[in-house]
């Protein structure tokens, strides 16, 4: 088993969008209100290539098998960032991965000079509800920036320390 983690690359833009909508799928999220209309999967290496953004591709023996990045919030304090389009195929659930994502996505975000660290999920997401308040992040009542995903009900935050 070979697993790489690295920066998107032009050439990853149809099979990370596909490995997106199949994970969101499975987990019969809303089309609408949710990441599966956004329309930056058509172009997430350009979207990920803009200054203080960064995504981070994830393989297994030469498939990408999901991925992760931040970016700045929108319509928000430049010094808040998002977690963004964290998902994984079930594949590459229980094997840490979105741990070591998630330790180079917070680093990225504390790099970039981010003090808080946003992100939106689904209510019945729990394994990356636990993920995320492991790596300390909380559940907050009021929505930040324009995100566009109005369907998404959990709001969580965390204070970066640089």
Do not use: W
């Amino acid at each position: 088993m070979i697993q790489t983690i690295r920066k998107i690359q032009p050439s990853d833009n149809i099979a990370l969008k596909k490995v997106i909508r199949d994970v969101l799928l499975e987990h019969n999220v809303p089309k609408v209100g949710t990441a599966y209309a956004d329309a930056s999967l058509d172009c997430m290496f350009e979207t990920y290539t803009k200054k203080d953004c960064i995504y981070f591709v994830v393989e297994l023996n030469g498939k990408i098998i999901g991925g992760a990045g931040v970016a700045p919030l929108e319509e928000e304090s430049l010094d808040t960032c998002e977690l963004q389009k964290m998902y994984f195929l079930s594949e590459a659930r229980g094997l840490g991965i979105g741990a070591s994502v998630m330790e180079k996505c917070l680093q990225s975000a504390r790099n970039f000079g981010f003090k808080n660290c946003y992100l939106e999920t689904m209510t019945y997401m729990n394994d990356a509800q636990k993920l995320y308040k492991k790596y300390g992040f909380e559940y907050i009542d009021t929505r930040m920036g324009a995100t566009g995903h109005s369907a998404c009900p959990v709001l969580m935050l965390k204070k970066l320390r640089l």
